[in-house]
């Protein structure tokens, strides 16, 4: 793998920084660094800015409208978004059902429902956890059964990201009984306001709206509106899990973070000096900065094996960007120390000055740290990951 930058290369990153030290909404870029919370719109603002230089579907091939860009530009282009402080792209719609939509569905389905991801018309929600069913989804209970030209569906899903932002949601759902759990399961889109579905907020602990439970009391979808053949539905989610867990890396932001840490350490103050005279946390500054360059190498490597990736790769760097994105944030806790105790309402734009001489970063620190609680369980909990490099590298030594 040759890291060496082209003169084409440099360009690139030159081109994609000063879009978002330009171009870009800045008044999007004040709120995401403050942690304040945000909106809908701001996300629809942010993504619309991407797309108008054709940007916003990096991972799409330019046939389907996305850059095509090279692995090297993609991955410089996300660095240059993390760097920024950019908002991040809700992946429901452009990075998980986009690309299945493009490689498995039909005409008419890429006709219509890619363009109003692209431009963010639409916004898209994942149906896979169910009560019964969260880190083992084949034993998913959702129920289609086929009348004339739809699907009735029923059942639950849950801890359903964003979804009461969302216009239509994909599910996996169960279309027939098989001996192997993982077979008849099928790929169903339909718009989250069709009749039968009612959706119930879950907050969390400091009132926060991210996930929901989603109930469907006989909701009708056209059969038409099924991705790919019936059954195959699991296929298609391996598929589209291998994209959503490549998406976790965010390595520049990891870095970003880091540096940002070694700044304030030196600014913090202990005993006579700053707490950058302690050699306990700056180690553990320069332990985390050491995993995540070894961790880079992980995530260059998969963008450059494309398709042809190990089938461990995907599940490795999920663990990894977790991991390491929980280390980050621990580090961050205990460096604001005392200062991370107070628990303020982030919808105000001037929420860190509730509290005078509080320094800015302590709440953010601890709004990061709870919610990247949760990365390790969602998307596929750190123990499945393993049990899928587990199996893969047991059948692989099999033969």
């Known amino acids: 793998m040759d890291l060496t930058l082209t003169a084409e290369d440099r360009n690139f990153r030159a081109e994609v920084r000063h879009f978002f030290e330009n171009d870009y909404p800045q008044a999007l870029l004040h ?4 942690g304040q919370t945000l909106t809908r719109e701001d996300h629809a603002d942010s993504q619309k800015a991407l797309q108008s230089r054709g940007w916003f579907a ?3 091939p330019a046939e389907f409208g996305g850059p095509g860009w090279s692995p090297t530009q993609r991955y410089l282009f996300e660095e240059e978004l993390d760097r920024a402080g950019a908002l991040n792209v809700i992946p429901m719609g452009v990075i998980y059902v986009g690309p299945v939509i493009y490689t498995f569905g039909n005409d008419w389905q890429k006709r219509d429902w890619l363009p109003d991801i692209l431009e963010s018309r639409s916004f898209w929600a994942q149906g896979y956890s169910e009560p019964e069913a969260g880190s083992d989804l084949a034993g998913l209970r959702t129920r289609a059964e086929r009348d004339g030209d739809h699907y009735v569906v029923n059942g639950t899903k849950i801890w359903t990201t964003l979804a009461q932002w969302a216009d239509w949601i994909f599910c996996l ?11 008849g399961i099928s790929f169903l889109c339909f718009r989250m306001d069709t009749p039968g579905v009612t959706l119930t907020p879950i907050r969390s602990i400091d009132g926060s709206h991210h996930l929901n439970k989603i109930d469907f009391d006989n909701v009708r979808v056209p059969v038409a509106n099924r991705i790919g053949d019936e059954g195959r539905g699991w296929h298609y989610a391996q598929f589209l899990l291998t994209n959503e867990r490549l998406s976790y890396a965010h390595v520049s932001r990891k870095k970003q973070h880091l540096a940002q840490l070694r700044v304030l ?11 950058a005279d302690n050699p306990v946390f700056m180690y553990k500054i320069a332990d985390c900065e050491t995993q995540v360059a070894v961790f880079e190498v992980t995530v260059l490597r998969a963008l450059c094996a494309g398709a042809s990736a190990p089938i461990t790769l995907a599940p490795a760097i999920k663990i990894l960007a977790t991991e390491l994105a929980q280390k980050v944030t621990e580090l961050q806790l205990e460096l604001a120390g005392p200062n991370a105790l107070p628990w303020l309402d982030r919808n105000s734009a001037d929420w860190i000055d509730a509290i005078p ?3 800015a970063f302590a709440p953010v620190a601890t709004t990061d740290y709870f919610f990247e609680r949760a990365q390790t369980i969602y998307g596929g909990a750190t123990e499945i990951q393993k049990n899928i490099m587990g199996r893969a590298l047991l059948k692989a030594a099999a033969g």
């Open 31 to 34: 709120k995401a660094r403050s």
């Open 58 to 60: 990096a991972n799409w």
């Open 173 to 183: 759902v169960r279309t027939s009984q098989e001996e192997r759990r993982q077979d």
């Open 265 to 275: 350490a030196a600014q913090t103050p202990w005993r006579d000096g700053s707490v």
């Open 357 to 359: 001489d509080l320094p």
